[in-house]
Nanobody, 121 residues
């Protein structure tokens, strides 16, 4: 079992920045890939990026160059730094855990509750 809790969402204007946090806990959590997904109203859940506890992160095409994933292994925290935010980034952002690297949301078993990010024009 892995427990995930997101925080840090909010409302910003276009061009602004936010940093989301994902606190991971549970048995052998360091063995899991931790990914970020987002879901806008009426849309499917979209892959944002993923980080293993060792190795570099991998990003979805829509956020490359603007978003960055980092982690603090000692605290079991994963962060999503979001820069140059656009209205189309408005969504509920989730972190999720999988024992294997996956891009599809359906492959992830453990999910946080989500945090809302709203970007105004």
């Amino acid at each position: 079992q892995v427990q995930l809790v997101e925080s840090g969402g909010g409302a910003v204007q276009t061009g602004g920045s936010l940093r989301l946090s994902c606190a991971a806990s549970g048995r052998a959590v360091n063995e899991y890939f931790i990914a970020w997904f987002r879901q806008a109203p009426g849309q499917e859940r979209e892959f944002v990026g993923v980080s293993a506890w060792s190795g570099g992160p991998i990003y979805g095409d829509s956020v490359k160059g603007r978003f960055a994933i980092s982690r603090d292994n000692a605290k079991n925290m994963v962060y999503l730094q979001m820069n140059t935010l656009q209205p189309e980034d408005t969504a509920v952002y989730y972190c999720a855990a999988s024992i294997n690297f996956r891009r599809s949301a359906s492959e992830y078993v453990y999910w946080g509750q989500g945090t809302q990010v709203t970007v105004s024009p």
